[in-house]
């Protein structure tokens, strides 16, 4: 069994800033391509960024030159630093592993608001 469990959501001011952790553990062998996604209220989920085994990143649009995304093969752990919040960003943003299926983490609320 796989468990993934994000950290880092909270409530921050436009303009600040904040870092989401994504652990997964259990039975791991080896992860292929993690990643990101949000959902805002009333609207469907986007993907954020993601990252391939190798390092290779993809970003939406609307986080380029803000949002960075990197992990850490030997924790299992990917991350996502958000620079320069905006209002816009607010949504619970979920993270995903990828191994012979995808797991999903539980979600972490985003509030950007002054």
């Known amino acids: 069994q796989v468990q993934v469990a994000e950290s880092g959501g909270g409530l921050v001011q436009p303009g600040g800033s904040l870092r989401l952790s994504c652990a997964a553990s259990?039975?791991?062998?080896?992860?292929?391509?993690m990643g990101w996604y949000r959902q805002a209220p009333g609207k469907q989920r986007e993907l954020v960024a993601d990252i391939g085994r190798f390092g290779s990143t993809n970003y939406a649009d609307s986080v380029k030159g803000r949002f960075t995304i990197s992990r850490d093969n030997a924790k299992n752990t990917v991350y996502l630093q958000m620079n320069s919040l905006k209002p816009e960003d607010t949504a619970v943003y979920y993270c995903?592993?990828?191994?012979?299926?995808?797991?999903w983490g539980q979600g972490t609320q985003v509030t950007v608001s002054s």
């Open positions: 259990g039975s791991i062998f080896s992860i292929y391509g």
């Open positions: 995903y592993i990828d191994l012979a299926k995808s797991y």
